[in-house]
Every structure is written in structure tokens, then in C-alpha cells.
């Protein structure tokens, strides 16, 4: 089945600054990258996505990068508030088999002030 | 509602009873997820209906652990003779169907304590 990797488990970043989140994947058949982001005590919210025919898609502060060949895929989040602290997954699907999402383990953003 | 929604919240229970866990979904969406997820960890798959009936759930544990969704909306998961090692929020996700948009709305979660 497939596996997400995810780095770093933390990262602390000034107001201001760019935040840089990595992921690799292990099925070649997967095709569908979300991002989620979790606040404590809720559950996980759809902040961006790419498929795979697509190699970056950007919204406003946040944009994903796709290199399918290396099976890996980046969250940037440029000029970072403090409510962008958060736990930010990422995941990954097969569209053609259920998309049943496989999580990667998480990274707790702190942006500080 | 305009989201999904789970109950309990939270619920703390005894080594060997059993729990039901029911998420209500988006309305109109075909296709439920269940997940659970460990404290620090990223959620993990247990069980998708599309309709009715289960599609895939490979990823329940074992035979203590059963889903329904009878008339294809509501869903409830079942857990029998509960173990500690079951504590852990369980989530409910929504998707318009399966082969749409692929995005998935989740609840809150219930978090469940078993003593």
C-alpha cells in the first residue's frame, strides 16, 4: 500500500518568513495530494491540492510543487501570521481506486510574532 | 447541518464495553470515510462507504471494530470489548462521491478514552 513521509515533524518560523513542508509517496499509482490543516480540537480542513498533470498550483499565500518522478511534494506558505500555526498534513490517493486518503505524520507549524 | 458532524465529542469509557460513534454527513454526499488518529500522529484509514455498502475496509483492526450506514447517510461505528489501546480521536469524512473532486470534509472528531 502506499507510505507518506513527512519533514519536519516541527518548524518554527518568524512572522514574516516562508515555511517549507516535504512529502514523499510510495505508490506510483497515486494521483491526488491534499493538504490539511488541523487546529487543536477540530478536525483537518482542505487548505490546497494538486493531481498529478499538474506540477505547481499556487492560492494567494500558499502554493504545492509536485515532481511525480521523485514522488515527492512541497507546501510553501510565504509571508507566515501567527494564525498559520498549526499541525499541517499531507496525504495522498488513488482518484481511480476509492480515494482513500494515506496521511503523512504531521508537522506542527509555530509561527511566532 | 453544513458540515459533518460527529457524536459524541468525547467519550471515556471502561476496559470491555462496547461504544457506538456516529457521524452524520454533508448532506448529499455518497461517500463516508471513517479515520482514526493516535495523539501526534496523522489520521488513519478505516473504513469508506460509497452508498450503503462498505467499499473498502481494509484498514479496521480486527473483528471489534464494525460500520454501518443503513440508508446511506448516517454512519456509525461500532466498537465491541474496547481496549485501551483503542483511545484515540475517530474521525468522519464526507466526499460529494468518489470520483469527483476527490476532496474529503471532515468533522470534529469523537475522542474516546478508554480507562
Known amino acids: 500500500g502506499e507510505n507518506v513521509e513527512q519533514h519536519p515533524s516541527t518548524l518554527s518560523v518568524q512572522e514574516g518568513d516562508s515555511a517549507v513542508i516535504k512529502c514523499t509517496y510510495s505508490?506510483?499509482?497515486?494521483?491526488?495530494f491534499p493538504w490539511y490543516k488541523q487546529e487543536l480540537g477540530k478536525g483537518p480542513q482542505l487548505i490546497i491540492d494538486?493531481?498529478?498533470?499538474?506540477g505547481e498550483k499556487k492560492d494567494q499565500r500558499i502554493a504545492v510543487t509536485l515532481n511525480k518522478t521523485a514522488k515527492h511534494f512541497s507546501l510553501h506558505i510565504t509571508e507566515t501570521q501567527p494564525e498559520d500555526s498549526a499541525v499541517y498534513f499531507c496525504?495522498?490517493?488513488?482518484?481511480?481506486?476509492?480515494?482513500?486518503?494515506?496521511f503523512g505524520g504531521g508537522t506542527r507549524l509555530m509561527v511566532k510574532p | 447541518g453544513a458540515g459533518v458532524s460527529q457524536t459524541p465529542s468525547n467519550k471515556v469509557t471502561e476496559k470491555g464495553k462496547y461504544v457506538e460513534l456516529r457521524c452524520d454527513p454533508i448532506?448529499?454526499?455518497?461517500?463516508l470515510y471513517w479515520y482514526r488518529q493516535s495523539l501526534g500522529q496523522g489520521p488513519e484509514f478505516l473504513i469508506y462507504?460509497?452508498?450503503?455498502?462498505?467499499?473498502?475496509d481494509s484498514g479496521l483492526p480486527n473483528d471489534r471494530f464494525f460500520a454501518v450506514r443503513p440508508e446511506g447517510s448516517v454512519s456509525t461505528l461500532k466498537i465491541q470489548r474496547t481496549e485501551r489501546g483503542d483511545s484515540a480521536v475517530y474521525l468522519c469524512?464526507?466526499?460529494?462521491?468518489?470520483?469527483?473532486?476527490?476532496?474529503?470534509?471532515f468533522g470534529e472528531g469523537s475522542r474516546l478514552t478508554v480507562l
Open positions: 462507504f460509497q452508498g450503503t455498502g462498505a467499499a473498502d
Open positions: 469524512a464526507s466526499s460529494l462521491d468518489l470520483w469527483n473532486t476527490g476532496e474529503l470534509f
Open positions: 496525504a495522498a490517493s488513488n482518484n481511480n481506486a476509492g480515494n482513500m486518503l494515506t
Open positions: 448532506s448529499g454526499h455518497t461517500a
Open positions: 505508490d506510483s499509482a497515486s494521483n491526488y
Open positions: 494538486i493531481r498529478s498533470n499538474v
